[in-house]
């Protein structure tokens, strides 16, 4: 048979196929860079969705800054908006908005574990089995059944949310249609730690409802904690020396710092009667909770975060750079970076030559990619705060803590992004997401960049401190 007619029997490729296989090769070749182009194709999508006419509650298009900040927003799961969203939206934009949660957040943390799992097959094997601890457990290095169970448990959770706020939202509103619409958009937003609220007047409208409140507070904490925390524990329950070192880092950290800014948030403010001066002591004690849950990432409020203590914003800093668990919803620089610097920091003060916890030993290299991703996060901050406050004309504040909120996909706002005018909108949403991706991937691929270098230099010991 001739050469050009065995060619012409060959199946052709289809345009599907071919853009699945050239697809297949970026993933392969670059996992850090495949996520940034998927995250900015899906913000460029609801960009276009939101601008369309019966996306805005006027039937008009929205303005390009507004459309392009909120979509990304929503797909950082950061809940920032420079305008209201109950008033702004038509309901077909508040689920578009919706869709993007979902997206987002499931895409967040999909990715994060593919990147995981990309790093444990390009490491060497004694590597390998360290790093694959902190997200393989059984099964769980297998990307189908990762991704699997990833799904299944966020809509199980996000499910029995909703169940539970529906009924109360209902019988708080006098409208089913409303009440199952909101039950189902708080749900989502409070497990996907993004923080947007479908009411004009925000939780504060709740008449701060103790079933609603604990109910978002508890959807916000789970989220953060990371799924390969909440796999961990649903396997083994209280069983806690069979966690992972992961996992009992994360919710050692986290339960520290809930406890800490519940605490300096109730003293602070306790007798402001701006905030929670004026409520019995149960809700005050329930608000500031509620406030310290939320201000490492969920970035909901029930109370404006404009008319707090200054020495309350800055705590609140503080948490929103800590963020919550690696490969979660939480923005910041993860609490598991947190425990390492400070393991290294007391292993240093009592003379170890390394740093470990619970039996085992942090390698060195995790250490400096802690250390990198702080200093990542500390210059990202510092240079979107010169930049806000240039185009603001603000003290250092309000674009401190709105850029804070930003990198930490928090959401909690001083005001500050509605008066911005759209270059300062620009600046935020660009600091969102370099927060979101940009942080998994800068790890990622410090980690996978790793080498063995077969010479050394002679030792310089610069002085420190």
């Known amino acids: 048979m001739p050469e050009a007619d065995a060619q012409r029997l060959q199946p052709t490729e289809s345009v599907w196929e071919r853009i699945r296989r050239h697809v297949s090769t970026l993933a392969g070749s670059s996992p850090p860079r495949t996520a940034l182009l998927i995250f900015a194709l899906t913000i460029a999508i609801l960009t276009a969705l939101l601008m369309m006419p019966w996306a805005t509650a006027e039937r008009g298009s929205a303005d390009f800054h507004h459309a392009f900040f909120v979509a990304t927003s929503a797909v950082t799961v950061t809940g920032l908006t420079p305008v209201n969203t109950a008033e702004h939206w038509s309901f077909a934009g508040q689920a578009v908005i919706l869709l993007g949660i979902q997206v987002g957040g499931l895409g967040i943390i999909t990715i994060a574990a593919l990147l995981a799992v990309s790093v444990t097959r390009q490491l060497g094997l004694r590597t390998r089995l360290i790093a694959q601890e902190g997200i393989s457990t059984g099964k769980l290095g297998e990307v189908g059944h990762l991704l699997k169970t990833v799904v299944v448990c966020s809509f199980v959770v996000q499910a029995l949310l909703a169940l539970v706020l529906i009924p109360r939202l209902i019988g708080l509103k006098g409208s089913v249609p409303e009440g199952i619409w909101n039950g189902v958009f708080y749900a989502?937003?409070?497990?996907?730690?993004?923080?947007?609220?479908?009411?004009?007047?925000?939780?504060?409208?709740?008449?701060?409802?103790?079933?609603?409140?604990?109910?978002?507070?508890?959807?916000?904490?789970?989220?953060?904690?990371?799924?390969?925390?909440?796999?961990?524990?649903?396997?083994?329950?209280?069983?806690?020396?069979?966690?992972?070192?992961?996992?009992?880092?994360?919710?050692?950290?986290?339960?520290?710092?809930?406890?800490?800014?519940?605490?300096?948030?109730?003293?602070?403010?306790?007798?402001?009667?701006?905030?929670?001066?004026?409520?019995?002591?149960?809700?005050?004690?329930?608000?500031?909770?509620?406030?310290?849950?939320?201000?490492?990432?969920?970035?909901?409020?029930?109370?404006?975060?404009?008319?707090?203590?200054?020495?309350?914003?800055?705590?609140?800093?503080?948490?929103?750079?800590?963020?919550?668990?690696?490969?979660?919803?939480?923005?910041?620089?993860?609490?598991?970076?947190?425990?390492?610097?400070?393991?290294?920091?007391l292993a240093e003060a009592r003379g170890h030559e390394e740093s470990s916890a619970h039996g085992r030993t942090i390698p060195v290299q995790m250490v400096r990619v802690a250390v990198s991703v702080v200093a990542m996060g500390a210059t990202v901050v510092l240079l979107s705060t010169l930049a806000l406050m240039t185009i603001s004309g603000q003290d250092m504040e309000r674009p401190l803590y709105e850029s804070i909120s930003a990198f930490g996909t928090v959401g909690l706002t001083s005001g500050l992004t509605e008066e911005l005018p759209p270059s300062g909108l620009y600046v935020l949403a660009a600091l969102m997401f370099t927060g979101r991706v940009g942080i998994i991937t800068f790890a990622a691929a410090l980690t996978v960049r790793q080498r063995r270098i077969r010479y050394r230099y002679p030792e310089g010991r610069p002085i420190i401190g």
């Open 188 to 345: 989502i937003s409070a497990f996907n730690n993004a923080g947007f609220v479908i009411h004009a007047e925000g939780l504060a409208g709740m008449d701060n409802d103790p079933v609603v409140v604990w109910t978002i507070m508890i959807g916000v904490f789970l989220g953060s904690l990371g799924f390969p925390v909440l796999y961990v524990i649903w396997r083994f329950r209280w069983h806690i020396q069979r966690w992972s070192l992961h996992a009992k880092l994360t919710v050692e950290v986290s339960a520290v710092l809930l406890f800490l800014g519940a605490l300096a948030y109730g003293v602070l403010e306790w007798n402001n009667t701006a905030t929670i001066g004026e409520m019995s002591v149960l809700e005050k004690l329930q608000n500031s909770l509620f406030a310290s849950v939320n201000m490492r990432s969920g970035g909901f409020s029930v109370v404006e975060s404009n008319n707090e203590q200054s020495e309350t914003m800055l705590v609140s800093d503080a948490l929103m750079f800590a963020g919550g668990g690696s490969a979660s919803t939480a923005g910041g620089i993860k609490v598991t970076t947190i425990a390492v610097i400070f393991l290294a920091f």
